[in-house]
């Protein structure tokens, strides 16, 4: 049963899986449901199977049943790596940390809502919070996606002697999760404070009494832009340094994400937010993300190439 050659598809199928609960979370947020339940967790309403025909109370409620069953997943893909590689596996330590960030994000989004952060609370507290349940949805991703791919090639990256790759890499995934932050942020803006016309909404972002969160958002598009341009040049650099078809193909499709992103950033801004593009907009913040992380992964796992001098000398026969 606990066959590496199964393992694979679902490790894939897990990080697809958590993609779609962070969208339904996305939805959550976006129709002011987050309240649904009351101030109890786990429990909803006081209740396990909440009797109701509350539209906020059932969206509430069936976030909160595709989140334990993501847990139960992390926990089956926990056991599973641990039975079919063996070890020093770097599945292993996907997995693993799959588990240690999926454990997080569910106590994150406990606190939100035993202390209240959901619904129309415009607090630091909860923007901090957003913040931190981002980031960490970016490192449960990050590792589900690591886990499925080290499960199908069984190679680890390596992070020493990778110059100025290395130093790159890291600084555009923290610009990604500065950019995912800001995104976060301005779309709870979008949510507590709508604007009948984007005229109105400019102004209302400009008003010095404007609270932070509509502040915020004349902020997210210009890190937007500023981190789709690193990237492309990153990508660009990287797959110099690392020429090998995979991390081009990789680069390639990042460069073609970054773009339809901005293309969907602009159309969510004409369109004032509406709650489907809000969510396709965060889906495709998500994809991006995943692609990044397995470029990196990637790029760092391919061999560098040898300089003329050194390539010269392996050509040369051997004395004797």
């Known amino acids: ?61 069936s976030h909160r049943v595709s989140s ?9 893909l926990l056991v599973w790596a641990f ?4 070890k ?9 940390l799959s588990t240690l960030f999926i454990i ?9 809502v035993l202390f209240g952060l959901v619904d129309t609370n415009d607090s630091v507290a909860r923007a901090f919070t ?3 349940h981002l980031v960490n949805t970016f490192l449960l991703l990050a590792s589900l996606a690591l886990t499925a791919r080290w499960a199908s090639t069984g190679i680890r990256s390596r992070l020493r002697e990778q110059g100025a790759v290395l130093w790159l890499l890291g600084a555009g995934l923290m610009a990604t999760m500065i950019l995912g932050t800001s995104g976060a942020l301005t779309a709870l803006g979008d949510t507590l404070y709508p604007s009948s016309s984007l005229a109105q909404g400019v102004q209302q972002d400009l008003s010095p009494t404007a609270p932070l969160l509509t502040q915020l958002r004349l902020l997210h598009p210009v890190v937007a832009i500023s981190v789709a341009f690193f990237w492309i040049v990153i990508s660009g650099f990287v797959s110099a340094s690392r020429p090998s078809q995979a991390v081009r193909r990789l680069s390639q499709i990042i460069v073609l994400l970054f773009l339809i992103q901005l293309a969907l950033g602009a159309l969510n801004v004409t369109l004032l937010a509406p709650v489907w593009l809000q969510i396709v907009h965060l889906l495709m913040m998500d994809l991006i993300w995943i ?9 760092l796992a391919a061999n560098r190439p040898l300089p003329e001098a050194r390539k010269g000398e392996l050509g040369k026969p051997s004395p004797g």
């Open 1 to 61: 049963m606990f066959s590496q050659k199964r393992f694979i598809p679902f490790a894939w199928g897990a990080l697809a899986y958590n993609v779609g609960v962070i969208l339904w979370g996305a939805y959550v947020r976006a129709t002011g449901s987050g309240a649904g339940c009351g101030s109890h967790w786990p429990l909803c309403n006081g209740e396990v199977i909440p009797q109701t025909d509350q539209i906020k109370t059932l969206i509430e409620y």
């Open 68 to 76: 334990g069953i993501s847990v139960l997943l992390i926990l089956l």
């Open 83 to 86: 039975r079919a590689f063996s």
């Open 88 to 96: 020093g596996h770097p599945a292993r330590l996907g997995a693993s």
């Open 104 to 112: 997080t994000e569910a106590l994150i989004g406990a606190g939100l």
């Open 130 to 132: 957003i913040s931190l």
């Open 291 to 299: 692609t990044l992380v397995l470029f990196a992964s990637t790029a």
